[in-house]
């Protein structure tokens, strides 16, 4: 069994900063892509940032020059710093990892989410 468990988001003040970390555990052989997703209500989920096992990095364009995501690969862990938050940053943030438990065997696997809710 592989887990995607987040942390970090909360409530912040427009033009403030947060953090959110994601980190992997269970059977893993090895992780590919991983990356954070968003769903603002009403809308679909969409792809805010993701970053490749060796450290390219690609972002949406509303969060460019806003948003740096990173990763660990010793601690399985990638993380999303957010500065500059704005009022329509707001939804619940997810976590993705392509893993493979065994060799070549990947598949999408999905954290919980967290809420980040960016006031006024």
């Known amino acids: 069994q592989v887990q995607l468990v987040e942390s970090g988001g909360g409530l912040v003040q427009a033009g403030g900063s947060a953090r959110l970390s994601c980190a992997a555990s269970?059977?893993?052989?090895?992780?590919?892509?991983m990356g954070w997703y968003r769903q603002a209500p009403g809308k679909q989920r969409e792809l805010v940032a993701a970053?490749?096992?060796?450290?390219?990095?690609n972002y949406a364009d509303p969060v460019k020059g806003r948003f740096t995501i990173s990763r660990d690969n010793a601690k399985n862990t990638v993380y999303l710093q957010m500065n500059s938050l704005k009022p329509e940053d707001t939804a619940v943030y997810y976590c993705n990892a392509k893993i493979a438990s065994r060799r070549y065997a990947y598949r999408d696997y999905w954290g919980q989410g967290t809420q980040v809710t960016v006031s006024s």
């Open positions: 970053i490749t096992s060796p450290g390219t990095t």
């Open positions: 269970g059977s893993i052989f090895s992780i590919n892509d």
